[in-house]
């Protein structure tokens, strides 16, 4: 069994680093985000993230470590999120990665940033059960997928155009709510009805898992072009507080009837908007009225982090699934789902 493992993540705007004991509890999980950086321009600027990480990861890296306890060299591994996500800022974090490894001689993993969410859900409660249905949700991702006993996914259904976590940012910005988006909104609606505003729910065809969120954006374009702006401000609380009902009611429903068609009785949502406080009510009470078991990782888990990575390498650490030192970066990184079991 590997010893402290140091979990490395940069894949678009937060410089993470976290440190795993040999059993697989975290130690440490420091995260900076970019927030101030980019708020100005209304979204992620690569080119500024990048430097962002470059003066960042190595004060991150060294905080992981002295909030652990340890030193250099007590480490044993190191994973780093290889992809998906902006080539610029992976680069950093695996070339990062890769000069520790030689520097110290210890082994390298490189993990899908997908993986590493899966592998959240098991952080905080290792004793999860398989199989089970996840729901993974964040800015560039909405999947559902079962993952069997063996701890192997298969995709069951996906977003076919915008991501919920990106449906929630266009809607920040045609609302005029800044950035980051997803927040602003949740922030927003709990002021607001949830049923003010019948806006679409897209279903795509009866017993489809995929997803869809581009009409409902178009949609909330539409109505606020009707509006002016007073009756904008008027209405605003209700208008955001509608827009996440209609993204969260669809997320709550694909997962439920996912369970219910793959035979689980295990539901597991990773991923940035699952720290959206409307999603982790709605799917409280339905897991509630199923009889599901139901994990959502903590707020610190949720968003992109180092803890989810590490966990996610250690399980090919202990295989001894080694990553050469001239692996690269890859902003489109496939997921192959052989690292994401529950650690043990």
């Known amino acids: 069994m590997p010893g402290p493992i140091l979990g490395i993540e ?7 680093a976290s440190v795993l004991a040999a059993d697989g509890t975290v130690r440490s999980n420091i995260i900076t985000s970019q927030h101030r950086v980019h708020e100005r321009f209304g979204g992620v600027v690569p080119e500024l993230a990048s430097r962002a990480h470059i003066e960042s990861i190595e004060n991150v890296s060294a905080e992981a470590l002295q909030q652990a306890g340890l030193s250099w060299m007590d480490l044993t591994g190191i994973a780093v999120t290889q992809g998906p996500g902006l080539a610029g800022s992976l680069l950093v974090g695996v070339n990062y990665a890769k000069a520790l490894a030689y520097a110290l001689d210890i082994p390298l993993v490189g993990v899908s940033h997908l993986e590493g969410h899966i592998a959240s859900a098991w952080l905080q409660d290792p004793a999860f059960p398989l199989p089970c249905v996840v729901l993974v949700v ?30 929630f940012d266009k809607g920040a910005q045609l609302l005029e709510l800044g ?9 927003l609606a709990r002021l607001g009805n949830p049923e003010a505003i019948p806006f679409p729910r897209s279903s795509i065809r009866k017993g489809s898992l995929d997803f869809s969120f581009s009409g409902l954006k178009t949609a909330l374009l539409y109505r606020l072009q009707k509006m002016d702006k007073q009756a904008r401000a008027a209405q605003a609380a209700d208008l955001a507080a509608s827009y996440q009902e209609a993204i969260v009611a669809v997320l709550v429903e694909k997962s439920i009837a996912a369970v219910r068609s793959s035979g689980a009785c295990a539901l597991a949502v990773v991923g940035g908007v699952s720290a959206n406080s409307r999603l982790r009510a709605l799917l409280q009470q339905r897991a509630l009225s199923e009889s599901l ?15 989810m990575i590490a966990a996610a390498g250690r399980q090919a650490l202990l295989d001894g699934l080694y990553a050469p030192l001239d ?4 902003a489109s990184l496939a997921c192959s789902f052989s690292l994401s079991g529950p650690t043990g």
Do not use: M, W
């Not at 950035?179 to 922030?187: E, K, L, N, T, Y």
């Not at 078991?293 to 803890?307: E, G, K, M």
């Open 10 to 16: 940069t894949s678009c705007d937060e410089t993470a």
């Open 138 to 167: 964040s800015g560039g991702h909405t999947h559902l997928y079962y993952k069997d006993i063996t701890g192997q996914c298969r995709l069951l259904g996906a977003t076919r155009d915008d991501a919920a976590g990106e449906a």
């Open 179 to 187: 950035f980051p988006g997803g927040p602003a909104v949740d922030r």
């Open 293 to 307: 078991q139901l994990s959502i990782p903590p707020l610190a888990y949720c968003t992109d982090n180092a803890a």
């Open 327 to 330: 692996i690269d970066a890859k």
